[in-house]
């Protein structure tokens, strides 16, 4: 990747080239999910979006779909000037403010309005003109990865849940061969979906730009042919949108009609695919936040989790599999006990430190992973103490229950153990309660996860909120589910 300098000499003579003068600044924008580096430069003939992405095929794909969507006139950003090597261009500027940021002052406000209930529309308008009007104006052997949404593609969404987002919570108990079976019966019935349309593939928030009080739309560059359902679904599922189920419905419904004004009689088809599509896109979009999330630590997506937790279990409830693929309805069953673990993240746009504490086993579950994004933490070994689990009176107990609790109370080297727990925890939360710090996550670890691990855990989590009663606080126990 390039340096700042080297990005600075790049798009100052970019815009030397497209407007013969030089530029006044340069100024690096919120990194996205990918490799592209996007940066706004400023001059007097006016303001840019500078682009750069390795990536030559996907930015030839976004190309060829600007071109096109521009002389369709559909509202989207003009490619002004690209590179010679076409790894870095200039495009319209359309601001900061997008959908999503509105969405999030309606979120603040406790509200959806009707006036965003209309743009919703207007947007969905836009979409079938995407879908329909533009497919056979589009080049798709530019198309990347693929010119396609196969069935090829649909198993890879469904593996990259497993892969980035199962396996990285072992706590998930399923039997590969049973879910694979699942996968293959899933996209099977996914994959007859008519598929003779323009697909966006990340029809979001997120990536609908609010310029002049219209709507315009960026981040196209994956889109291929493919089935009319997954857009939708992507736009009014967006998990962190918060979109009330009534005004999902009602959003449907506009759609369908609009819909019908292209293709009469093609509700029942559509229909017959969405519930399908709604799970396609919810499991892709954990196995992204997995990846994005808990292997690269960028922390808007770990962020998302509980919501796309939430939206999937409510989901399910009203609209089960109905016994077709009982290995992924076990899954999701089990998923429901992640959302205690990532509700702390919720929290972090508080203005108070959360801690987390939590009890696990070192022979089962292991260390808990940090879903906050923060790292660091600690993690404090329990086994050097006595057991009460060697004890038969004691086996079927808890930490939790009173005779385990005198049991260890009655020993002194638990009362140093705990002394030393305070002076570490205490130094910490201090710390970082002054620098504005969002998460601090105290593990508690024995050979069984559930005698010694948890009567620290519990000890703690009391300690805490006596301590620091302006801090919140938040306990698990792994092995209590």
């Known amino acids: 990747m390039l340096s700042l300098k080297e990005f600075n000499h790049l798009f100052e003579q970019l815009y030397l080239d497209l407007t013969g003068e030089k530029c006044e600044s340069i100024s690096p924008l919120a990194e996205s999910g990918s490799m592209r580096k996007y940066f706004r430069i400023k001059g007097t003939t006016g303001t840019f979006i500078g682009t750069y992405n390795p990536n030559l095929n996907e930015n030839q794909a976004f190309f060829a779909f600007a071109k096109s969507f521009d002389e369709m006139n559909l509202p989207v950003p003009k490619v002004l000037i690209r590179s010679v090597d076409d790894f870095s261009y200039l495009q319209s500027d359309l601001g900061n403010v997008s959908l999503f940021t509105l969405i999030q002052e309606n979120l603040s406000e406790g509200t959806f309005s009707p006036q965003l209930k209309s743009l919703f529309k207007q947007i969905i308008s836009h979409l079938i003109q995407f879908q329909i009007v533009a497919y056979s104006h589009l080049d798709f052997s530019k198309a990347y990865p693929a010119p396609k949404f196969s069935s090829k593609a649909i198993m890879d969404d469904l593996e990259y849940f497993r892969y980035y987002f199962l396996k990285l919570h072992p706590q998930i108990i399923y039997d590969d061969e049973l879910l694979y079976n699942d996968f293959q019966r899933f996209t099977k019935f996914v994959s007859q979906a008519p598929s003779n349309y323009f697909m966006y593939r990340d029809f979001q928030s997120r990536n609908i730009m609010i310029y002049e009080n219209e709507p315009y739309f960026i981040d196209f560059?994956?889109?291929?042919?493919?089935?009319?359902?997954?857009?939708?679904?992507?736009?009014?599922?967006?998990?962190?949108?918060?979109?009330?189920?009534?005004?999902?419905?009602?959003?449907?419904?506009?759609?369908?009609?609009?819909?019908?004004?292209?293709?009469?009689?093609?509700?029942?088809?559509?229909?017959?695919?969405?519930?399908?599509?709604?799970?396609?896109r919810l499991f892709q979009v954990l196995g992204a936040y997995g990846f994005r999330g808990l292997i690269q630590k960028k922390a808007h997506f770990i962020d998302s989790i509980p919501y796309a937790l939430t939206t999937l279990g409510d989901f399910y409830e009203k609209n089960n599999f109905d016994g077709?693929?009982?290995?992924?309805?076990?899954?999701?069953?089990?998923?429901?006990?992640?959302?205690?673990?990532?509700?702390?993240?919720?929290?972090?746009?508080?203005?108070?430190?959360?801690?987390?504490?939590?009890?696990?086993?070192?022979?089962?579950?292991?260390?808990?992973?940090?879903?906050?994004?923060?790292?660091?933490?600690?993690?404090?070994?329990?086994?050097?103490?006595?057991?009460?689990?060697?004890?038969?009176?004691y086996k079927m107990q808890t930490g939790l229950d009173k005779d385990v609790i005198d049991f260890l109370e009655s020993m002194i080297e638990v009362h140093h153990f705990f002394e030393h727990i305070k002076a570490i925890s205490e130094q910490s939360i201090t710390n970082y309660s002054q620098r504005g710090f969002k998460s601090l996550i105290i593990n508690f670890g024995c050979t069984g996860g559930q005698h010694r691990s948890v009567f620290f855990a519990e000890k703690t989590f009391r300690w805490v909120k006596a301590h620091f009663p302006k801090i919140a606080v938040t306990i698990h126990h792994n092995e209590l589910q």
């Open 221 to 280: 560059q994956g889109g291929r042919k493919g089935p009319l359902q997954y857009d939708l679904v992507s736009f009014i599922y967006q998990v962190k949108a918060q979109i009330p189920d009534s005004i999902r419905e009602e959003l449907l419904s506009y759609y369908l009609l609009e819909l019908n004004k292209q293709f009469p009689y093609q509700q029942v088809e559509f229909m017959k695919y969405y519930n399908s599509f709604i799970y396609l």
């Open 324 to 393: 077709n693929y009982p290995e992924l309805a076990n899954i999701i069953h089990q998923l429901g006990g992640l959302r205690a673990l990532y509700k702390s993240n919720i929290a972090t746009n508080a203005k108070s430190l959360t801690v987390q504490i939590n009890s696990f086993s070192y022979l089962k579950k292991g260390i808990p992973t940090d879903f906050s994004g923060n790292g660091g933490g600690f993690v404090f070994d329990c086994r050097a103490l006595p057991n009460p689990g060697r004890e038969d009176r």
